[in-house]
T-cell receptor
Framework: QKEVEQNSGPLSVPEGAIASLNCTYS??????FFWYRQYSGKSPELIMS????GDKEDGRFTAQLNKASQYVSLLIRDSQPSDSATYLCAVTIYGQNFVFGPGTRLSVLP | DVKVTQSSRYLVKRTGEKVFLECVQDMDHENMFWYRQDPGLGLRLIYFSYDVKMKEKGDIPEGYSVSREKKERFSLILESASTNQTSMYLC????????????FGPGTRLTVL
């Protein structure tokens, strides 16, 4: 059974701080990794995808992948109250379905 | 721009009713998915389809069926709605498997009384 685990939170950070969200996965052959943001009552929207070991930056967001440790993280710099949401980690192997983590609830305090 | 639409944002039905949830994507995507999302349980895959007229069971298919007669449309059917099917239903699509991003529709919040 493929599993993706996340700390459910809530993770609370002050405005302007760095928020660090973590995700571990069980299937060593996983190839593609995604972070989605979901506001309450809304559907998930893609923030970033990452496929290779290392860091990938997009604006205030940085995804980090370590396949040896089966670990993917999302850093949000200069956190804003509008970043308050649930963040879903998703993992897939080529040709197979996504496996989603349970999500981490982030609260950015003004 | 990527677009996945769902027929209703909110739906209220009675126990035993037949319920149809429609999903349409305009991106010519091959793959379409139906999930339900419940507090504490995350996203759970109900059914998916890799091609027209093809369907595969996901993790929780019991009590549901699907139909895909056209590439752009994927319907979820609750043959006889029950109260434990009260949930948020999310449709998603991808171009192919693997590296392709899943794009989600806005969701349908279904309440079964």
């Amino acid at each position: 059974q493929k599993e993706v685990e996340q700390n459910s939170g809530p993770l609370s950070v002050p405005e302007g701080a760095i928020a660090s969200l973590n995700c571990t996965y069980s299937d060593r052959v996983s190839q593609s990794f995604f972070w989605y943001r979901q506001y309450s009552g809304k559907s998930p929207e893609l923030i970033m995808s990452i496929y290779s070991n290392g860091d990938k930056e997009d604006g205030r967001f940085t995804a980090q992948l370590n396949k040896a440790s089966q670990y993917v993280s999302l850093l949000i710099r200069d956190s804003q109250p509008s970043d308050s949401a649930t963040y879903l980690c998703a993992v897939t192997i080529y040709g197979q379905n996504f496996v989603f983590g349970p999500g981490t609830r982030l609260s950015v305090l003004p | 721009d990527v677009k996945v639409t769902q027929s209703s944002r909110y739906l209220v039905k009675r126990t035993g009713e037949k319920v149809f949830l429609e999903c349409v994507q305009d991106m010519d995507h091959e793959n379409m998915f139906w999930y339900r999302q419940d507090p504490g349980l995350g996203l759970r895959l109900i059914y998916f389809s890799y091609d027209v007229k093809m369907k595969e069971k996901g993790d929780i298919p019991e009590g549901y069926s699907v139909s895909r007669e056209k590439k752009e449309r994927f319907s979820l059917i609750l043959e006889s709605a029950s109260t434990n099917q009260t949930s948020m239903y999310l449709c998603a699509s991808t171009l192919m498997g693997g590296r392709d991003t899943q794009y989600f529709g806005p969701g349908t919040r279904l309440t079964v009384l």
